[in-house]
């Protein structure tokens, strides 16, 4: 990190303005880390003054309630997350800017954005939307989908969002749990470079939801809307903001998890308010007049977090599309036009732009560019130094999750750059760390991520768990009274003090051979260094008779053959950069390898095919990207038998 960053970023202005407060002496990350999180109920209020944050009613109380689950947060407190956006507005720059893949941009003023915003938050009062109500969106990643949101927080309306990848079953499966009042879509979409027509979808989604009386649909019409999008938009009406109790509902996000009903995460508004401050506007270091593109879809929590860049007066810069089309050199061509001063991807894209042979600093001017986001899936070492000599500036690899709204572990601007196939230290607030199968801290080795204290972002319930018998269970029936995230990491305090973490992917996909266990990351960073392999997924199959069988599947570049030229390479580049104990027994060429919808390899449920599980009993289709891949690993584990080897 450049000095002047260490003198200039907002975080050392905080830990300034903290430290002279308070009386404290905070000479680096890790002192004003310990402070945040042993003293909450002082650095929370810090938070609040430092952002001008407006808690109305009485927030002397900070924390109520100090257990796990069933921490209380300002109980006393009032907020509406959309009028803390829009005291941020920046006049004389855009809220919003929206590309798509047909070229088109759309530029949203603050001015045009507020107006919208109250327009259609007066159009929903009209179909009956009141606080707690909720209104869903089938929708991409475009500037309709802001607004929609944004109208919703400032009605104290609660809102639900899937983009329009998914299949209209799969969109009930979350939203039919909600029972909307109101669905909000767009008649069609680009990718690929083809335009999608998404009328059939809309109308079997329509006919599934009952409960919605009003469907608003942008850019076309069709026999199930309501009413045109720009006649909703301009209702008139009253410019108002409600206030809502601090742990009100302001949206439902939708987990990654494949198997079940899809699980509804219920965040309130203050707690994200709060933890989005942190991320964005002190370990991201996002500043008034900043443009942030994340690459995402509306389905990820990615999403949630770059149109939180509006709370400190940034640029939210929305791509609905292709991240490859025409080319993978797209996402740096818009960061040149656009001036980005921030930009998201996931190690999957970076792992493309590598084998492209891209260069993006040389391609472009990306003198604007500050930092480079990462995350989504661990990123390997060597992945991670090609792209800070390919682009340029520091990266802030993060690992959170939908599950908070928010990173547990980023880069911050007062320790050193990491190394790379390292994060940055626990986020402010966030008392992350690795224990043993005890529960017992570890320091330098491997060990599972727990959260030991409340974070404001914390879920205010599961929909539809009333008695929260689902999130005790999910969060915390393995260490009580402890989170557990389900990452295997290891946390390491360098020569100097500051503290590196490394996250090694799920822990209930970790190898295990012989009693040595490896995280699948570093094997997939072994085998996609490989200009032919462009991913793989590998699992480690328990056997009757007590062997262990640990196959990998491998997805080839186009006109690439799995010989045993190329078996023979695989194998070395594992046994040499990740584990000679973990060599897979059978590398098995597939046609592709489905995942998530946010983009994660379906490691368990392919594991559990092996096994001899249905498919059905294994994953949700409406939670895979590509279900009909699914068929393919079912009839290769019938061909094999139920164990596999």
Request: aromatic share 8%; proline share 7%; net charge negative.
């Amino acid at each position: 990190m450049p000095e002047d960053e260490l003198t200039v970023s907002r975080m050392a202005a905080f830990r300034d303005e903290v430290a002279a407060r308070r009386g404290l002496d905070l000479p680096d990350y890790q002192a004003l880390w310990s402070w945040t999180v042993d003293e909450p109920e002082a650095f929370w209020p810090d938070v609040v003054q430092h952002f001008g944050l407006t808690l109305s009613g009485d927030a002397s109380c900070v924390l109520a309630e100090a257990g796990m689950p069933g921490a209380v947060w300002f109980p006393g407190a009032s907020v509406s997350f959309a009028r803390e956006v829009f005291r941020q507005a920046v006049p004389d720059r855009p809220a919003l800017v929206a590309l798509d893949e047909t070229g088109a941009v759309m530029t949203t003023s603050w001015e045009q954005l507020l107006r919208s915003t109250q327009g259609l938050a007066r159009w929903l009062e009209s179909q009956g939307v009141r606080a707690g109500d909720r209104v869903v969106g089938y929708l991409g990643n475009r500037s309709e989908a802001v607004v929609a949101f944004l109208a919703c927080a400032s009605i104290g309306a609660i809102w639900a969002v899937c983009n329009q990848d998914v299949s209209a079953a799969g969109a009930a499966a979350r939203f039919t749990q909600l029972e909307p009042k109101v669905l909000v879509t767009a008649r069609s979409s680009h990718y690929g470079g083809r335009r999608i027509d998404h009328a059939e979808a809309i109308a079997e989604l329509v006919a599934a939801l009952p409960t919605a009386k009003g469907v608003l649909i942008v850019g076309g019409e069709h026999a199930v809307s309501t009413a045109p999008w720009d006649e909703a938009v301009a209702t008139t009406g009253d410019e108002r903001f409600v206030d809502v109790a601090f742990d009100h509902p302001l949206w439902v996000l939708f987990s990654s998890g494949t198997t079940g009903a899809p699980k509804g995460l219920v965040h309130g508004h203050g707690g994200v308010l709060l933890q989005q401050c942190v991320g964005i506007g002190l370990h991201f270091d996002v500043r008034p007049g900043d443009r942030l593109l994340w690459y995402c879809s509306t389905s990820w929590v990615m999403w949630n977090f770059q149109v939180a860049s509006l709370l400190v007066g940034a640029t939210a810069v929305l791509y609905d599309g292709s991240p490859n089309h025409p080319d993978v050199d797209l996402l740096w061509r818009i960061a040149e036009e656009h001036r980005i001063t921030q930009l998201g991807v996931s190690p999957g894209l970076l792992s493309l732009m590598e084998k492209e042979g891209l260069t993006p600093a040389e391609q472009h001017d990306l003198s604007a560019l500050r930092a480079l986001g990462v995350t989504g899936s661990p990123l390997s070492a060597q992945l991670a130094r090609w792209a800070r000599w390919q682009v340029g500036v520091p990266l802030n690899v993060i690992s959170g999750g939908t599950d908070v709204a928010t990173a547990f572990v980023a880069a911050n601007p007062l320790d050193p750059e990491p190394a790379p196939g390292r994060m940055g230290a626990p986020c402010l607030g966030v008392a992350a760390v690795a224990v043993d199968p005890s529960g017992a801290p570890l320091a330098g080795e491997v060990g599972e991520l727990v959260i030991t204290r409340p974070m404001p972002s914390m879920p205010v319930e599961l929909w539809g768990d009333p008695d929260g018998d689902r999130y005790r269970e999910t969060y915390f029936s393995t260490f009580p009274g402890v989170w557990r995230q389900g990452d295997w990491a290891t946390f390491t305090t360098q020569p100097d003090g500051h503290v590196t973490v490394q996250v090694h992917g799920r822990s209930d996909a970790t190898l295990n051979r012989n009693g040595v266990r490896l995280g699948t990351s570093e094997i997939y960073a072994a085998a996609e260094r490989l200009p032919e392999v462009l991913e793989t997924l590998v699992v480690g199959v328990e056997q009757p008779d007590g062997g262990y069988w640990l196959p990998m599947f491998v997805h080839l570049a186009d006109g690439c053959a799995l010989d045993e030229e190329l078996v023979a390479r695989l194998r070395s580049a594992i046994r040499t950069a990740a584990s000679p104990r973990h060599v897979p027994d059978e590398l098995i060429a597939v046609p592709g390898l489905p995942h998530t919808l946010t983009g994660k390899r379906l490691e368990v449920p392919v594991k559990r095919l092996l096994l001899g599980h249905p498919t059905a009993e294994v994953v949700s289709v409406s939670a895979v990207d590509r279900p009909e891949l699914l068929a393919w690993f079912a009839d290769f584990a019938a061909a094999r038998g139920a164990t596999g080897a």
